[in-house]
């Protein structure tokens, strides 16, 4: 199958990629810059962005299946009008592009903090995002993943990594006690890759956690005890999280932001059983997960 990737030199997107060429698929990734790719096998890249419909026309000429990763993200300073450009604008613009290629199979990687109460730029827009795709006409798939970790050096993940490994403090918004199913970013390309292998999947939603329900103060202790070293919670009352985001809101790429504080509130037990059901999802659990990439 011919797959394009938007975001393939993301987390995401770059490991789908890679297990896509492994299964045999021709990939072809949309990237800023020329000849780059995250990937280690080299696959075919067009130039361009959400925000340059040119550039997504070419990218989509031909292909049978298109897997959307891009995204503007909640790690750097909130802005609500690119997050309106690239998120909504963008997969708008993204849908029409496949739309006149013939392309009409497409898996929109959304995210739980995707939700029609969530007033954040992302979260809203997210949303928003999903819902261009369910309208579409397309057959789709929308995924919706927790808290994804694994192997790099990028995200909320590794951050707390380096914390736990050098200054061995990790904050914590609040208590700490919000269950979530912190999940394999392996784990997320499985499941992309098995909802193009049949029909099951098409038109629906799906959440994607991890095996393990644990609170955020847990996934803290899992990697501290997983990396072998002690390490002490600090809880901050939201109200001061939310001040010291507000003021550290002109940094390009600030601590934490609102978008992670509301984030954070939200955090929940997601249901993995219908993508168990629809297409053999089984994610490893917490431990493994960490202990392969943290030790692996």
Request: proline letters at 6%; glycine letters at 10%.
């Amino acid at each position: 199958m011919k797959i394009g990737i938007t975001g393939v030199n993301g987390f995401i997107g770059s490991v789908t990629a890679e297990r896509l060429l492994r299964a045999g698929h021709a990939v072809r990734g949309l990237v800023r810059t020329p000849g780059s790719s995250a990937t280690r096998t080299p696959i075919e890249t067009v130039k361009g962005d959400l925000t340059d419909p040119r550039s997504l026309e070419q990218f989509a000429a031909g292909l049978e299946a298109v897997i959307h990763c891009a995204a503007r993200t909640s790690e750097g300073a909130p802005d609500a009008r690119q997050s309106q450009a690239v998120n909504v604008d963008g997969t708008s613009a993204l849908l029409a592009a496949c739309r006149a290629a013939g392309c009409r199979r497409f898996i929109h990687i959304s995210s739980q903090s995707a939700r029609p109460e969530n007033p954040t730029a992302y979260g809203h827009t997210k949303w928003l995002s999903e819902e261009l795709v369910r309208s579409s006409g397309f057959s789709y798939t929308i995924l919706r993943p927790s808290t994804v970790y694994g192997p790099g050096t990028r995200g909320l993940f590794w951050k707390m990594v380096h914390l736990t490994k050098s200054v061995r403090i990790i904050p914590v918004i609040g208590r700490g006690l919000e269950q979530f199913r912190p999940v394999h970013v392996d784990d997320i390309a499985f499941a992309i890759e098995a909802c193009l292998q049949g029909p099951a999947s098409l038109q629906h939603t799906y959440d994607l956690g991890g095996a393990d329900v644990v609170t955020f103060g847990g996934f803290v202790q899992a990697i501290a005890d997983c990396l072998g070293v002690s390490v002490r919670q600090i809880h901050l009352p939201v109200w001061a999280c939310r001040l010291a985001a507000q003021l550290l809101s002109w940094m390009p790429s600030p601590p934490m932001t609102i978008d992670n504080i509301v984030g954070m509130e939200q955090l929940q037990s997601c249901d993995n059983g219908p993508a168990e059901r629809d297409f053999g999802y089984k994610p490893r659990g917490l431990a493994e997960g960490l202990g392969q990439t943290l030790k692996g």
